[in-house]
Structure formats: structure tokens, C-alpha cells
């Protein structure tokens, strides 16, 4: 159990409070973990002896000393899992103004997700991007590296312009070194081909990936019923004027359409997908996913 001293909960009070109240709320008499350690490490050879499985011996050293000799493993004791955050500009939209903006309910997600695995000793780490890596912290496991992941949220704000598919590509051959569990937490506003060919390639990496796709009720509902006038907000220049009452049927049906192609294709990868929409409470959002994660 993570204990922090007084001062320093006042000096960190945002998404350490947050994270606080929203896991202790919903783990209330929970034991059982909804994460698992699954890395392996090699740990020694030993000589092949029948009934041994054919895939474990070592070709290599087969052809080195004629003989046959088996990997034996050993698992990890602790998951690292990497959270890995949307910063670009179209996460800092904002429904109703009384609701989180997408980046704000990523914040708390994530900062959620840190403070549940470091409860449990797993190590975590963050990496926050838009037009390239902005922030990336290794994996670790104390309660002084919370506070590390935890402000660098805090002091992230939604930037310019991206493509997600070239920076997931850019991780898994160049930073996510050892397997570990990958959320994602992002609205996705990228092509569909290029996101499932950089899923593969995290997946090749034998990185177990969580998509969470964070959208705002009104991406989803489409609402709008008069002239509206849309901003972008990765390219601020770019407006345009819309009869949203034409548009209404062709977006709802495009958009849908690319949220459930998303969820199939993630599917035959073996990669969780789970919508959170800013609207629903993040605690509750957040322990619909875990108790289904526990089920499974």
C-alpha cells in the first residue's frame, strides 16, 4: 500500500487526490488483482531429457557441443505496464462545459491506472505525445515515482498536429525495450490501416496493449441541430461553417463505422479495446473495465 506524507499530498494535491479517491473508491474489499505479471526471463540450461517439449531446446547449442539442451524460464514477480497518452490538440475538446475535456479524463485515467499498479509494487511508467514524443518516464515501482508520473501529467497540455501510427511505430522499435503491458489512451483520430499496422508491431514485441478510447458524448451523439461552425483544434486557422442537420446521418454512420472497424481489427490483434466517455464518472468507467478485466 502506497503511503504519502501530509505535506507532500498538499503540495501534489491534484491527481493524487483524484487517483486516491477513485481507486480506493471502487477496490473497496478487492483483492484479487486485475493485472498479471507475464514476462519471462531465461534463467538456465539443462541437459534435454525425453518428455522435455521439442520448442524449449536450444538449436544453438545443439550445434556447439552436440548435445541437447534445454531453456528453463523463470517469470517476473512484477508487471511493467507504460502508459501512453494522447497530447495532441483534438484531446483538449470539451463537450459540456460541464464535463472534463478528453485530455483532463485521460489525466485521471492514467493517473488512476499509475496509483493502482503501485499499490500492487507493479512498475509503471508514462510517455505523453502529439507531433513527436514529449515525455517519456521508464517503468518503476515506488511510491516517489507516482508523484514523478503524476506532476508530468499535471503540466501536460494538448499540443499540435499528429499522426499516432508513426510515434507507436517510433515506441515499439525504439523505447518499450522490455515486454510489458501498453495502455493507450487516446481518441484514435488517425487511419485506420496505419493504427493497425503499428498495433502489430507493438504486438510483435509481445507487448500486451489496452486501447482506451476516450471520446466526448457529443463525437459520439452528434447533437447539433443548427449552422454550427466546427474548429479544428490540431490546425487553429482551420474553421468551417456546417448544416450539421445534412451532416448528421453521413457522420454518425462514418463514425460508428470507424470506432467498431477499430474494436474488430484490435480484436483479431488480441488487443483489449474499452470506450470511456467523458461524460461517465471516471471511477465508475474506469471499474466497469477492471471487473470485466478480472472476469476475463
Known amino acids: 500500500m502506497l503511503r504519502f506524507d501530509p505535506t507532500e499530498l498538499r503540495k501534489y494535491a491534484g491527481l493524487t487526490l483524484v487517483a486516491r479517491q477513485i481507486v480506493e473508491g471502487f477496490l473497496t474489499g478487492v483483492h484479487r488483482s486485475p493485472f498479471k505479471g507475464f514476462s519471462v526471463e531465461f534463467a538456465e540450461h539443462r541437459q534435454y531429457t525425453p518428455g522435455d517439449e521439442i520448442r524449449h531446446i536450444d538449436w544453438r547449442a545443439v550445434g556447439k557441443t552436440d548435445r541437447y539442451y534445454v531453456k528453463e524460464y523463470e517469470e517476473e514477480t512484477n508487471l511493467k505496464a507504460y502508459l501512453v497518452v494522447d497530447a495532441s490538440g483534438s484531446m483538449g475538446f470539451r463537450g459540456s462545459k460541464k464535463s472534463l475535456s478528453k485530455f483532463e479524463y485521460a489525466q485521471h485515467v492514467s493517473a488512476s491506472l499509475a496509483y493502482l499498479m503501485l499499490q500492487q509494487m507493479d512498475a509503471v511508467g508514462l ?170
Open 127 to 296: 510517455i505523453t505525445l502529439d507531433t513527436k514524443v514529449r515525455a517519456l518516464i521508464p517503468p518503476k515501482a515506488s511510491p516517489k515515482h507516482l508523484l514523478q508520473v503524476l506532476t508530468t501529467l499535471e503540466k501536460t497540455e494538448p499540443g499540435g498536429e499528429t499522426a499516432m501510427a508513426p510515434l507507436w511505430h517510433e515506441l515499439a522499435g525504439h523505447h518499450l525495450k522490455r515486454r510489458g503491458l501498453v495502455f493507450i489512451l487516446s481518441d484514435f483520430f488517425d487511419k485506420l490501416e496505419d493504427l493497425v499496422k503499428a498495433l502489430q508491431h507493438l504486438r510483435h514485441r509481445n507487448h500486451e496493449v489496452v486501447l482506451l478510447h476516450v471520446l466526448a458524448p457529443e463525437e459520439l451523439d452528434f447533437p447539433y441541430k443548427r449552422l454550427t461552425q466546427f474548429r479544428n483544434l490540431e490546425a487553429h486557422d482551420n474553421k468551417l461553417l456546417v448544416d450539421t442537420r445534412r451532416l448528421r446521418e453521413d457522420y454518425l454512420r462514418n463514425f460508428e463505422k470507424f470506432r467498431q472497424d477499430l474494436k474488430a481489427q484490435a480484436g483479431k490483434l488480441h488487443v483489449d479495446y474499452h470506450l470511456l466517455k467523458t461524460d461517465e464518472p471516471v471511477d465508475r468507467a474506469l471499474g466497469i473495465y477492471l471487473s470485466r478485466r478480472r472476469r476475463t
